[in-house]
């Protein structure tokens, strides 16, 4: 299994940048890819990005021209920069890893916060 622990969240105005990361750990022989959701307070979590095994990367409309996800395998992080952040990509940022293994298996951080004021 994967273990996940992002870092980076906190306060930011709109307009701005903030960088999240992802340290990742484990067996990742099977990783097929990783990513990045959301949730904010009282709605559903929601995808944002992903980075598959080729390096493929995609994005939700919502942040698509906005957000850049990136992973750099010498440090084990996988990374989310957020430019021209809105008050409406305030949430706790998970990342993930899918694996498949027989089955897929999913493995989540603990997230972090964002919170982008106006």
């Known amino acids: 299994q994967v273990q996940l622990v992002e870092s980076g969240g906190g306060l930011v105005q709109a307009g701005g940048s903030l960088t999240l990361s992802c340290a990742f750990s484990?067996?990742?022989?099977?990783?097929?890819?990783m990513g990045w959701y959301r949730q904010a307070p009282g709605t559903e979590r929601e995808w944002v990005a992903l980075?598959?095994?080729?390096?493929?990367?995609n994005y939700a409309d919502v942040v698509k021209g906005r957000f850049v996800i990136s992973r750099e395998y010498a440090k084990n992080t996988l990374y989310l920069q957020m430019n021209n952040v809105k008050p409406e990509d305030t949430g706790i940022y998970y990342c993930y890893a899918r694996e498949s293994v027989l089955q897929i298996r999913t493995s989540w951080g603990q997230g972090t916060q964002v919170t982008v004021f106006s």
């Open positions: 980075i598959t095994r080729d390096a493929t990367s």
């Open positions: 484990g067996r990742l022989l099977n990783v097929i890819d």
